[in-house]
């Protein structure tokens, strides 16, 4: 059972920073990965960032790798996505996944079981 709640997206011009926050509710089991998707209006929702809980594991997507850095705070069960560099092509509802039993984080959305309603991030030009 994991529940989650995003927080930090809104309204930034091209170039600047934005800092989301996922916390998660819930017991922890074995092989927790979270992972941050991204949809815009029309288009498909598209892999972002993901990490594993335990080791701290990353994967990016090519379009955000240099730029975004996911994270997580064991002790605020909490995973964060630090979003640099933002470009109006960022413009999406960014959404919270989570799944366990998967100790590598997996990058495909099929594979996540629990979601987020999702937070907006706005990037004017």
């Known amino acids: 059972q994991v529940q989650l709640v995003e927080s930090g997206g809104g309204l930034v011009q091209a170039g600047g920073s934005l800092r989301l926050s996922c916390a998660r509710s819930?017991?922890?089991?074995?092989?927790?990965?979270m992972g941050w998707f991204r949809q815009a209006p029309e288009k498909e929702r598209e892999f972002a960032a993901a990490i594993s809980w335990a080791g701290g594991t990353t994967f990016y997507a090519d379009s955000v790798k240099g730029r975004f850095i996911i994270s997580r705070d064991g002790a605020k069960n909490t995973v964060y996505l630090q979003m640099n560099s933002l470009k109006p092509e960022d413009t999406a509802v960014y959404y919270c996944?989570?799944?366990?039993?998967?100790?590598?984080?997996?990058?495909?959305?099929?594979?996540?079981?629990?979601w987020g309603q999702g937070t907006q991030v706005t990037v004017s030009s």
């Open positions: 819930g017991r922890l089991f074995s092989g927790l990965a």
């Open positions: 996944a989570a799944v366990y039993g998967r100790p590598t984080p997996p990058r495909a959305r099929e594979e996540y079981d629990y």
